[in-house]
């Protein structure tokens, strides 16, 4: 069985799935069903490079892409490497996908201040743009001269972005190929494109053709039993908002579901789907398939180019095949 939809779709796991031989399985049987892109989240555990190294070499069709990296574990001169590295090895397949973290990765783990993360992420994707381009550093320090990639791509590597609060919104519309935002509540998508589009627009110059493509990433919470769907759904929300930092509730405060927090808050104890159900529509996939299914459509009609179906972490490896095919 194959997809059969001109509706592009990606999976994607989180940095939670640790198991690389699940991954790389899960990446084969991607492209087997026809899904178009398969990303790879990088948090504490492998190398998302290595991995989608491993994945590229394993695939033929399908595109890959770090979904995403931060920008503190790493020079941009190092990510522009590896990224032109799997461009290569996947035969032009790979899609950068940059994004700013948390203070619990840039302090926790890679022990720098978290100071700026937006300005960091600029200055980060912009230099390895330039790089990529084929043009010199501009981060030489010293009496060194700049250097430029001896090994440059074939052709123009995708950069995507991940990106929620405002500057950052504005930023992946100025420098971004793609938009990758996570955990966004899908009623507010067509306002936050306007305004990528917007700073799209504002960005004269730039080499990018047209307006970065949509790609959200979505959550899946899907099962034949409801209950079961329910529960996972309440998991998504209840770890991304209480052991991820801030942003995610931020983001859902500016979105208008301050509300919605509060009541978490209130009752830290309560599942989402008792004390803010309108959540589990907004930021997850959740129900039986066919009920996911027609959830995704309306992805697509809020303005998604290409959702992103976020996949459980440690779940039953036949499980999240089953998933696959069931939502493909």
């Given at each position: 069985?194959?997809?059969n939809?001109?509706?592009?779709?990606?999976?994607?796991?989180?940095?939670?799935?640790?198991?690389?031989?699940?991954?790389?399985?899960l990446?084969?049987?991607?492209?087997?069903?026809g899904?178009?892109?398969?990303t790879?989240?990088?948090g504490?555990?492998?190398?998302?490079?290595?991995?989608?190294?491993?994945?590229?070499?394993?695939?033929?069709?399908?595109?890959?892409?770090?979904?995403?990296?931060?920008?503190?574990?790493?020079?941009?001169?190092?990510?522009?490497?590896?990224?032109?590295?799997?461009?290569?090895?996947?035969?032009?397949?790979?899609?950068?996908?940059?994004?700013?973290?948390?203070?619990?990765?840039?302090?926790?783990?890679?022990?720098?201040?978290?100071?700026?993360?937006v300005?960091?992420?600029?200055?980060?994707?912009?230099?390895?743009?330039?790089?990529l381009?084929?043009e010199?550093?501009?981060?030489?320090?010293?009496?060194?001269?700049?250097?430029?990639?001896?090994?440059?791509?074939?052709?123009?590597?995708?950069?995507?972005?991940?990106?929620?609060?405002?500057?950052?919104?504005?930023?992946?519309?100025?420098v971004?190929?793609?938009?990758?935002?996570?955990?966004?509540?899908?009623?507010?998508?067509?306002?936050?494109?306007?305004?990528?589009?917007?700073?799209?627009?504002?960005?004269?110059?730039?080499?990018?053709?047209?307006?970065?493509?949509?790609?959200?990433?979505?959550?899946?919470?899907?099962?034949?039993?409801?209950?079961?769907?329910?529960?996972?759904?309440?998991?998504?929300?209840?770890?991304?908002?209480?052991?991820?930092?801030?942003?995610?509730?931020?983001?859902?405060?500016?979105?208008g579901f301050?509300?919605?927090?509060?009541?978490?808050s209130?009752?830290?104890?309560?599942?989402?789907?008792?004390?803010?159900?309108?959540?589990?529509?907004?930021l997850?996939?959740?129900?039986?398939?066919?009920?996911?299914?027609?959830?995704?459509?309306?992805?697509?009609?809020?303005?998604?180019?290409?959702?992103?179906?976020?996949?459980?972490p440690g779940?039953?490896?036949?499980?999240?095949?089953?998933?696959?095919?069931?939502?493909?």
């Amino acid at each position: 069985m194959t997809r059969n939809n001109s509706r592009k779709l990606a999976v994607g796991v989180v940095p939670m799935e640790t198991r690389r031989e699940v991954v790389v399985r899960l990446a084969r049987r991607a492209e087997e069903l026809g899904y178009d892109a398969f990303t790879v989240a990088e948090g504490w555990g492998h190398d998302a490079t290595a991995v989608l190294a491993e994945i590229a070499v394993r695939t033929e069709r399908i595109q890959i892409g770090s979904g995403v990296l931060n920008v503190w574990g790493r020079s941009a001169a190092t990510i522009a490497m590896s990224a032109t590295s799997l461009a290569d090895i996947s035969g032009g397949r790979y899609v950068l996908g940059l994004g700013a973290g948390s203070p619990a990765l840039a302090e926790g783990w890679h022990g720098v201040a978290f100071e700026d993360p937006v300005g960091r992420l600029g200055t980060v994707t912009r230099q390895v743009r330039r790089l990529l381009d084929g043009e010199r550093s501009d981060a030489a320090v010293g009496s060194a001269a700049p250097l430029r990639l001896a090994a440059p791509a074939a052709a123009r590597i995708p950069i995507g972005m991940a990106a929620l609060g405002p500057r950052a919104v504005q930023l992946a519309g100025e420098v971004a190929d793609m938009w990758m935002p996570f955990f966004l509540p899908r009623s507010t998508l067509p306002t936050a494109i306007q305004q990528v589009r917007e700073a799209a627009g504002r960005s004269a110059g730039t080499a990018r053709p047209g307006h970065p493509a949509i790609w959200p990433a979505v959550p899946v919470a899907v099962a034949s039993d409801s209950e079961r769907a329910t529960s996972l759904a309440d998991w998504w929300i209840t770890f991304y908002l209480t052991r991820m930092g801030p942003l995610y509730r931020q983001t859902l405060r500016r979105s208008g579901f301050d509300d919605d927090v509060e009541a978490l808050s209130a009752a830290p104890a309560d599942p989402p789907s008792k004390v803010a159900p309108r959540l589990i529509n907004e930021l997850t996939l959740c129900g039986s398939p066919e009920r996911a299914l027609a959830s995704l459509d309306d992805w697509y009609a809020a303005g998604a180019d290409m959702p992103c179906l976020v996949l459980p972490p440690g779940r039953d490896a036949d499980e999240l095949e089953e998933l696959l095919v069931a939502l493909a």
